[in-house]
């Protein structure tokens, strides 16, 4: 047990040095409802309504940690010009993300200002284009930090002398993304999406080390999904997703499908399960409920990988909260993805 401890420990110790050094990107399980942080594309791109509010949080590694990993997503966008634009319109949005690695070792927020320009094509088409600018900050806590080289054999003690220098204890950047979209929706009963979008388009830097080897600037991630909305009949709506991230030598596939149970006359209250597997990593079941546009849900990351000899195969909850409508004047629009 004392063993396993010290291996895990060790783990986290270099996970925070990796972290702080190639700046791997914050993520979701559940990418689908963080549209803005998956595809600066989806800004706008809302078929069932003509904006949203969002929240996300993700607690992680409670089981293991005294300080768990917490990242918040705060978003907002809003479909506008769909009147002055032939066949088009135009999506604004923001967001907001912030992440705390343990015990405030490694804090980043980033703000980001989104747009995107979604056209019609034909009858039974969409195509999205967009991008995001925003501001990243990054902050470490050097007297937090423990390294490989102050472990006495027993404990971490960060009174001893370390090899690991930082030059500053903070950076600042600017950072933006882009990504488009296509929607094919035949008819009432089927849409079908897919996207592509790269993050750290102009490769800001972020490192707090004076290191020569390394320009220190963020490796772009690129970013594919697919989904589909398919209404089997009035009581039930399944929504197959598929999500692949790839960035630097780090690599994320996510594929599942959830499923809308209609618990009311016209859909005003919905019922919602499924299941998702991250490749190699771990599967989440997900819950959630939907009233009058309002929707939260829950998930939960159940670790399949060797690591869950050490979290007893708990890993990360999730939840996620998101409200939909319509503008005063356009309660009547017609949804272009399936609905009861």
Aim: glycine share 8%; proline share 4%; with cysteine.
């Amino acid at each position: 047990m004392i063993k396993r401890i010290k291996i895990l420990l060790l783990v986290f110790s270099c996970g925070l040095i990796h972290a702080a050094t190639q700046a791997q990107d914050l993520h979701f399980s559940q990418f689908f409802n963080s549209p803005l942080s998956t595809n600066p594309a989806n800004t706008g791109f809302i078929p069932d309504a003509d904006y949203r509010l969002g929240a996300q949080y993700r607690n992680q590694w409670s089981s293991v940690m005294s300080v768990p990993y917490k990242t918040i997503s705060v978003y907002g966008d809003a479909q506008v010009f769909r009147d002055r634009l032939e066949n088009g319109w135009l999506g604004l949005g923001a967001l907001l993300l912030n992440d705390q690695a343990g015990s405030g070792s490694l804090t980043s927020t980033k703000i980001y200002g989104s747009l995107a320009y979604h056209q019609m094509l034909g009858l039974s088409s969409l195509l999205s284009a967009g991008f995001n600018i925003g501001w990243a900050n990054k902050r470490i806590n050097e007297s937090k930090l423990k390294f490989p080289d102050q472990f006495d054999g027993k404990f971490f003690d960060n009174t001893l002398p370390t090899s690991v220098f930082f030059t500053n204890n903070y950076v600042s950047y600017i950072d933006i993304h882009a990504g488009m979209n296509y929607a094919y929706f035949p008819d009432e009963n089927v849409y079908i999406n897919a996207g592509y979008s790269i993050q750290h388009v102009n490769r800001p830097k972020e490192t707090f080390f004076n290191d020569l080897s390394s320009d220190g600037r963020i490796p772009m991630r690129q970013t594919a999904f697919i989904n589909a909305i398919l209404k089997l009949n009035d009581r039930v709506i399944v929504n197959p997703n598929a999500y692949f991230s790839t960035q630097a030598k780090a690599k994320e596939l996510v594929f599942g499908i959830n499923a809308n149970y209609n618990l009311s006359q016209f859909g005003e209250q919905q019922l919602i399960a499924g299941a998702y597997y991250r490749f190699g990593d771990a599967i989440f079941p997900m819950v959630g409920f939907v009233t009058n546009n309002f929707q939260i849900s829950f998930s939960y990351d159940v670790t399949m990988s060797g690591l869950n000899q050490f979290n007893g195969y708990r890993g990360a909850s999730e939840i996620s909260i998101v409200k939909k409508g319509f503008y005063p004047d356009n309660v009547d629009r017609q949804s272009i993805c399936p609905k009861f």
